[in-house]
């Protein structure tokens, strides 16, 4: 394989891309500076080296401390609450909405129910949720599709002996998020209407 085949092969994993996409990056690089080429390939090396993630919550997060736990979970204003989302971006987006004082949690991917894969960080969602001590309220707040809400569904029947145990409540996002939403391009409004109405 080639250099243009391999780079082309690489960006056909990026999340949404296509063959022909793929091959406009490959060209795109191809016509720019080799400056800007080092500059991108230092970039990603740096993205292994310097970015961890968080023990915690499990989103990814540069810090220059030697810290297992980011500064968003360090900092946590309201530890009765818990907000379970799919992926980084979803956490971002809720943090950018500036409402929510609670805690995150990002699972890493959604259950479907056609694929019976199941969720890696389920263990981990387990652990953090033993730890905590004051926790009140889980919020699922997973996109307003089948995935999404099958995903919510398995969530709910795993977190029972928690609920019991701990007596704890768990709630999903209400209204504002219509059906086929990613929490990822909702915007903030919208984001804080439906942790307002949460159920
Ligand atoms: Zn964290």
């Not at 080092?38 to 919550?57: D, M």
């Not at 979803?90 to 950018?96: H, T, W």
């Not at 995935?147 to 409540?169: C, F, M, R, S, W």
């Amino acid at each position: 394989m080639n250099s243009i085949e391999k780079l082309t092969e690489l960006f056909l994993k990026f999340p949404g891309v296509g063959m022909r996409q793929a091959r406009r990056f490959v060209y795109f690089l191809l016509s720019m500076p080799s400056s800007f080429l080092k500059e991108l390939a230092s970039s990603l090396l740096n993205l292994s080296q310097t970015v961890k993630q968080c023990q915690s919550c499990w989103r990814f997060f540069e810090e220059n401390t030697e810290e297992k736990v980011c500064a968003l979970c360090a900092n946590t204003e309201d530890k009765s609450l818990l907000v379970i989302v799919e992926k980084d971006v979803d956490l971002e987006n809720i943090r950018a909405g500036g409402v929510f004082k609670g805690g995150y949690f990002v699972l890493g991917g959604l259950l479907s129910p056609l694929s019976q894969n199941s969720l890696a960080r389920m263990r981990e969602l387990s652990i953090r949720i033993q730890n905590e001590k004051i926790l009140q309220e889980i919020i699922i707040a997973l996109g307003a599709h089948p995935n999404g809400d099958y995903t919510a569904q398995q969530l709910k029947k795993i977190l029972v002996p928690h609920i019991k145990e701990q007596d704890i409540t768990i709630t999903t996002l209400g209204r504002g998020l219509s059906t086929g939403t990613e929490i990822e391009y909702s915007d903030s409004e919208t984001i804080k209407n439906a942790l307002e109405s949460r159920k």
